[in-house]
């Protein structure tokens, strides 16, 4: 089993930047598929970013956070980060980290762990 435990959340004015970390224990998590989502209220869950392989050179972003957020790994940490930049209210959300051993699962949106989540909240 692998726990994964989310922190970094919180207030932030537009045009701010916050950094999300997902530390990870249990198991080593440098092979495995690693992504981040998030859910609005009254909205669905949405995909964020995601790191494929063990060095971080393999991800994957949301169109709309492209050139804003960046996905990285930390192996020595067991971790991964979202460091977040040029944050619009419209992304205030809570942020879940999730994992899994397949990467190629976790290509197809799939993750067998989940962390409880960080709440960010983006004001205007």
């Known amino acids: 089993q692998v726990q994964l435990v989310e922190s970094g959340g919180g207030l932030v004015q537009a045009g701010g930047s916050l950094r999300l970390t997902c530390a990870a224990s249990g198991r080593t998590v440098s092979n495995y598929g690693l992504g981040w989502f998030r859910q609005a209220p009254g909205k669905e869950r949405e995909f964020v970013a995601a790191?494929?392989?063990?060095?971080?050179?393999?991800?994957r972003y949301a169109d709309s956070v492209k050139g804003r957020f960046t996905i990285s790994r930390d192996n020595a940490k067991n971790s991964v980060d979202l460091q977040m930049n040029s944050l619009k209210p419209e992304d205030t959300a809570v942020y879940y980290c999730?994992?899994?051993?397949?990467?190629?699962?976790?290509?197809?949106?799939?993750?067998?762990?989940w962390g409880q989540g960080t709440q960010v909240t983006v004001s205007s």
């Open positions: 999730a994992a899994d051993p397949n990467p190629l699962v976790a290509r197809r949106g799939n993750y067998v762990y």
């Open positions: 790191a494929f392989n063990w060095n971080g050179d393999s991800t």
